[in-house]
């Protein structure tokens, strides 16, 4: 079965600061992706970044890019030029591909609360 | 274009009460799914659907209900609620491979 863990329940940074958010993951696939998702107060889910497990390249959306070790089943999120809307829950989330059958199961993280501060 | 919207947004109810909730999608999407969030836990799948007329069983079904009559709209049905499912539900879809798109949840208490 997969797992996911994130091991910092709280994190906080300064406006305009860089943070990076940790997350590592158990599993025995071989294609899967990876997701971040953020939780403003509002509570709706928001994808902020996605990662296929065969692509190399790690992926950047504007200020926010991944660090993707597929050996060491890490996937940590870089948030740059950090601002007070980024403030929220941040989710890691798995999903075993379909080539490996069953269906787009998303195994969650516990999550992080990241606080930006003026 | 509303994405993925779910009624109502909140609720409570009495223990050994009755209650639907509604999801509705209008992106077409051949998957749905039902979540609960717990306080320090990430989303716990419930139940989920791969298409019209098709559930299945999550990491946590107990205790609920669903169907999928129609392709857009997903149900979830608790018969006799509990204070345990005192929790923030939500709803999701998604085509097969690609990313899950959320509604904005409803709270429910059970008192």
């Known amino acids: 079965a997969q797992t996911v863990t994130q091991s910092q329940p709280e994190m906080s940074v300064q406006e305009a600061e860089t943070v990076t958010l940790s997350c590592t993951y158990d599993?025995?696939?071989?294609?899967?992706?990876l997701f971040w998702y953020k939780q403003p107060p509002s509570r709706q889910m928001i994808l902020v970044i996605r990662?296929?497990?065969?692509?190399?390249q790690n992926a950047t959306e504007n200020r926010f890019s991944v660090n993707f070790q597929k050996a060491a089943k890490s996937f940590s999120l870089k948030i740059s030029d950090s601002q007070l809307g980024d403030t929220a829950m941040y989710f890691c989330?798995?999903?075993?591909?379909?080539?490996?059958?069953?269906?787009?199961?998303?195994?969650f993280g516990a999550g992080t609360r990241l606080a930006v501060h003026p | 274009n509303a994405g993925v919207t779910q009624t109502p947004k909140f609720r409570v109810l009495k223990t050994g009460q009755s209650m639907t909730l509604l999801c509705a999608q209008d992106?077409?999407?051949?998957?749905m799914y039902w979540y609960r969030q717990d306080p320090g836990m990430g989303l716990r799948l419930i139940h989920y659907?791969?298409?019209?007329?098709?559930?299945a069983k999550g990491e946590v079904p107990d205790g609920y209900n669903v169907s999928r009559l129609k392709k857009q709209n997903f149900l979830l049905g608790l018969e006799s609620a509990a204070p345990s499912q005192t929790s923030v539900y939500f709803c999701a879809s998604n085509e097969p491979g690609y990313e899950q798109y959320f509604g904005p949840g409803t709270r429910l208490t059970v008192t």
């Open positions: 599993t025995s696939e071989n294609n899967y992706y």
């Open positions: 989330a798995f999903m075993k591909s379909l080539i490996s059958g069953g269906y787009n199961k998303l195994i």
């Open positions: 659907s791969v298409g019209e007329g098709t559930t």
């Open positions: 990662q296929e497990a065969y692509k190399q």
């Open positions: 992106m077409n999407h051949e998957y």
